[in-house]
C-alpha cells in the first residue's frame, strides 16, 4: 500500500508562487510516476504534470507549461509542485497520484493511489 500526503496550499494573489510538496510512504517508487491534478467546483479532475520516477522525465498540460514545474527527490521520497505566476484559474483542490509503472499517463484512471488533496486559492 500506498499513503500520499500533500501540503503546501494556501491563498494567494494572481501572479504569485505557491510550492506543492507530496510525502509519499509504504513502498519504493524506483519504477513508477507521479502526478499531480486539480478539481475545481463542478469541474472534472484535470491533470496537470506528471514526472517519471526513476529517469525525471516530466509532462505537462498545456494550461500550466512554462509556469509550473514538477520534481522529486528520490532520497526523501517526496514529489514537488512550482506554481509559478498563478492566475485566478488555476484555483481548485490539488491531487498527486502515483502509478506503479514508469510511463507517464494523463487520465485519473491510470494513477493507483492518491492523496487527500490540498486547496489553492488564486485572488485576482
Known amino acids: 500500500q500506498v499513503q500520499l500526503v500533500e501540503s503546501g496550499g494556501g491563498l494567494v494573489q494572481a501572479g504569485g508562487s505557491l510550492r506543492l510538496s507530496c510525502a509519499a510512504s509504504g513502498r519504493t517508487f524506483s519504477r513508477s510516476a507521479m502526478g499531480w491534478f486539480r478539481q475545481a467546483p463542478g469541474k472534472e479532475r484535470e491533470f496537470v504534470a506528471a514526472?517519471?520516477?526513476?529517469?525525471?522525465?516530466?509532462y505537462y498540460a498545456d494550461s500550466v507549461k512554462g509556469r509550473f514545474a514538477i520534481s522529486r527527490d528520490n532520497a526523501k521520497n517526496t514529489g514537488y509542485l512550482q506554481m509559478n505566476n498563478l492566475k485566478p484559474e488555476d484555483t481548485a483542490v490539488y491531487y498527486c497520484?502515483?502509478?506503479?509503472?514508469?510511463?507517464?499517463?494523463?487520465?485519473?484512471?491510470?494513477?493507483?493511489?492518491w492523496g487527500q488533496g490540498t486547496q489553492v486559492t488564486v485572488s485576482s
Open positions: 514526472v517519471s520516477w526513476s529517469s525525471g522525465s516530466t
Open positions: 497520484a502515483a502509478r506503479l509503472y514508469v510511463s507517464l499517463k494523463t487520465d485519473p484512471g491510470s494513477y493507483d493511489f
